[in-house]
């Protein structure tokens, strides 16, 4: 018995190891960028990457939010609302098209679920999709046009589809006979039971809208319009076109030649992305995981 239970310890102790060291492992580039980001350019270039700073300074972040602090400023918002729109769009037209695809009764269910597989077999092509978009649709330079091309993830869709016919169909009948119609019966049943599912792929639906750049870089042109993606995108070409020119050709030298930060701007605006997201996560992850526990224990 007690080298049953010494064994058992062993293993617990083996496996929190291991998760430390990931976590580590996990953590330790996000602080080499922090570490690049408030760090001299010229030792960056001397000495290449470490894990403590080097000379430190705030000059690349100063330098960043002189030249575009209101600018970025009006990104996270563009961002943040891309963010919230867009995910809460995203649940809806998913869990509505799974709601369907998974129904008994309704007799082009499979229909359905085939259109979804199909699109993801067979795509008709960038320019089509771009002339559909903005010809049809009318999205070009608008801030729907940052989160209705992706409304709906198929896969996504097809888990959805999963966990609502895991959902044991007797509580649909017993609601049925109640005189509960398909709305009813999906906003009070369906969605609380199916909690799980809906956390996990909102924050999937999250993380897709706050890293996308491909929307605004194909349908945005009003720079008033660009997320923070598109944003510091756009910056980091500038920077590396004044960084290509030496201070010669800028027509600068001595006192009024400037520094331009090329390495540490790139970290810095890497932390300036994920920043708010490794800010986010602590608050979000406890509803993520009661959702998980939710689920299960209604499941």
């Known amino acids: 018995m007690r080298n049953s239970i010494a064994s058992d310890k062993t293993i617990i102790s083996l496996f929190y190891l291991f998760v430390a060291v990931f976590a580590v492992l996990c953590i330790l580039p996000v602080v080499i960028a922090f570490s690049i980001s408030i760090s001299s ?3 960056v ?3 290449g990457f470490s894990l403590l700073p080097m000379k430190p300074t705030l000059y690349t972040y100063q330098y960043i939010l002189q030249n575009k602090g209101l600018v970025l400023l009006n990104a996270y918002k563009i961002t943040l609302f891309t963010v919230v ?5 995203s649940l809806a037209v998913t869990t509505c098209y799974a709601y369907a695809a998974a129904s008994k009764h309704f007799r082009f269910a499979n229909a359905l679920s085939f259109f979804a597989w199909f699109t993801m077999v067979f795509n008709g092509g960038m320019l089509p999709w771009y002339i559909l978009v903005t010809k049809y649709y009318h999205l070009k330079n608008s801030l729907v046009a940052l989160f209705v091309p992706y409304a709906i993830n198929v896969f996504y869709m097809f888990i959805m589809k999963n966990i609502f016919k895991s959902i044991s169909y007797e509580f649909v009948e017993s609601a049925k006979i109640d005189g509960a119609g398909n709305f009813r019966i999906f906003f009070t049943i369906m969605l609380p039971l199916s909690r799980v599912g809906l956390v996990t792929i909102g924050l999937f639906y999250a993380l897709l809208y706050w890293n996308d750049f491909y929307l605004s870089l194909m349908l945005i042109s009003d720079q008033r319009l660009y ?3 598109m944003l510091l995108y756009a910056m980091m070409s500038n920077i590396q076109f004044l960084a290509s020119g030496s201070a010669a050709t800028l027509g600068l ?5 400037v520094e331009i930060p090329l390495m540490t701007s790139r970290m810095a605006m890497t932390c300036l992305t994920i920043g708010p997201i490794i800010l986010l996560y602590p608050f979000a992850q406890r509803y993520f995981v009661k959702g998980m526990l939710v689920g299960a224990i209604k499941g």
């Open 41 to 43: 350019e010229r030792e």
């Open 253 to 257: 030298s001595g006192a009024q030649a």
């Open 85 to 89: 729109a867009g995910t809460l769009f």
């Open 227 to 229: 997320p923070v993606q």
């Open 45 to 47: 270039a001397i000495n």
